[in-house]
């Protein structure tokens, strides 16, 4: 039977350890701040980005890889008889698996494109189940099987503190931003059927935090959570309190916290706070 490698983006929130265990090839994704070109996990860290963000004359731009990076790893890969299982973000942030798609095409290596749906530590979350199962001996079709089920059993809420990014990357007009700004109005968003949902808007912190405890509570009530992820851009306080409202509930629960990458920062902003977690 073939080796199965994976492949997955950069906006996917593994860890260090967890790429090297898993063997995972990551292909990145690239912002250009200011004229200048950083490629994600290369040249630019996630924690390095926000201040490069705020200081920007402009909003940053991003990118999705392009297609020759796929085809070159899908071809490296393949090279010993292996196939590829390519993960990746969902379509309807990134074109991103449009390119993967297209190399796939390209390559002679046998190639699997699968949209996660999702991003981020979600996407990790389907990820390492993926690689549990290849490394068990399942194939790429048990492995999508596996993905789907935590894609069912995921959950990703995202807290917008401003709405400064969305309106200069144009996905909300400037007057509406405006007016938005002078009520200081907060919003939450879910992830789910791979798009975004508005599910909350309000005035103020207040507001974000009414919406924090409900989602804590349903954790609650909820099937048992295996997994957790907070990821940000540069909102500690946040954070902190995020974090302390999951233990108050799992207290033994490992949750990855982490920055964000900048491709999902630029879009969300600074002081955007995400909860991502799956269920039994």
């Given at each position: 039977?073939?080796?199965?490698?994976?492949?997955?983006?950069?906006?996917?929130?593994?860890?260090?350890?967890?790429?090297?265990?898993?063997d995972?090839?990551?292909?990145?994704?690239?912002?250009?701040?200011?004229?200048?070109?950083?490629?994600?996990?290369?040249?630019?860290?996630?924690?390095?980005?926000p201040?490069?963000m705020?200081e920007?004359?402009?909003?940053?731009?991003t990118?999705?890889?392009?297609?020759?990076?796929?085809?070159?790893?899908?071809?490296?890969?393949?090279?010993?008889?292996?196939?590829?299982?390519?993960?990746?973000?969902?379509a309807?942030?990134?074109?991103?698996?449009?390119?993967?798609?297209?190399?796939?095409?390209?390559?002679?290596?046998?190639?699997?494109?699968?949209?996660?749906?999702?991003?981020?530590?979600?996407?990790?979350?389907?990820?390492?189940?993926?690689?549990?199962?290849?490394?068990?001996?399942?194939?790429?079709?048990?492995?999508?099987?596996?993905?789907?089920?935590?894609?069912?059993?995921?959950?990703?809420?995202?807290?917008?503190?401003?709405?400064?990014?969305l309106?200069?990357?144009g996905?909300?007009?400037?007057?509406?931003?405006g007016?938005?700004?002078?009520?200081?109005?907060?919003?939450?968003?879910?992830?789910?059927?791979?798009?975004?949902?508005?599910?909350?808007?309000?005035r103020?912190?207040?507001?974000?935090?009414?919406?924090?405890?409900?989602?804590?509570e349903?954790?609650?009530?909820?099937?048992?959570?295996?997994?957790?992820?907070?990821?940000?851009?540069?909102?500690?306080?946040?954070?902190?309190?995020?974090?302390?409202?999951?233990?108050s509930?799992?207290?033994?629960?490992?949750?990855?916290?982490?920055?964000?990458?900048p491709?999902?920062?630029?879009?969300?902003?600074?002081?955007?706070?995400?909860?991502?977690?799956?269920?039994?």
């Amino acid at each position: 039977m073939a080796k199965i490698k994976i492949v997955c983006d950069s906006s996917a929130g593994l860890t260090d350890e967890e790429i090297k265990k898993y063997d995972i090839t990551i292909i990145p994704l690239s912002v250009m701040i200011d004229g200048t070109v950083y490629i994600e996990r290369e040249t630019i860290t996630n924690d390095q980005f926000p201040k490069m963000m705020q200081e920007a004359h402009s909003l940053p731009k991003t990118s999705q890889p392009p297609i020759g990076k796929f085809v070159d790893a899908f071809d490296k890969l393949g090279a010993d008889g292996s196939e590829v299982l390519c993960v990746t973000m969902m379509a309807s942030i990134s074109g991103t698996v449009h390119a993967a798609e297209q190399a796939a095409a390209l390559t002679k290596t046998k190639v699997t494109v699968y949209d996660s749906q999702t991003t981020d530590r979600g996407m990790a979350f389907q990820i390492i189940e993926a690689a549990k199962v290849i490394e068990k001996g399942g194939s790429v079709n048990d492995a999508i099987k596996r993905m789907k089920y935590v894609l069912d059993h995921s959950k990703l809420y995202l807290a917008i503190d401003t709405l400064d990014n969305l309106v200069a990357g144009g996905r909300i007009n400037k007057f509406a931003g405006g007016l938005s700004k002078m009520l200081n109005i907060k919003i939450m968003l879910q992830v789910y059927g791979g798009q975004i949902h508005i599910i909350m808007k309000g005035r103020g912190k207040k507001a974000l935090h009414k919406e924090w405890d409900r989602i804590i509570e349903e954790m609650k009530q909820g099937p048992k959570v295996v997994a957790a992820g907070i990821s940000d851009v540069a909102a500690d306080s946040e954070v902190a309190r995020l974090k302390d409202k999951v233990h108050s509930i799992y207290p033994n629960l490992n949750i990855v916290v982490r920055e964000t990458v900048p491709i999902i920062a630029t879009h969300t902003g600074m002081g955007a706070c995400c909860l991502l977690y799956y269920t039994e």
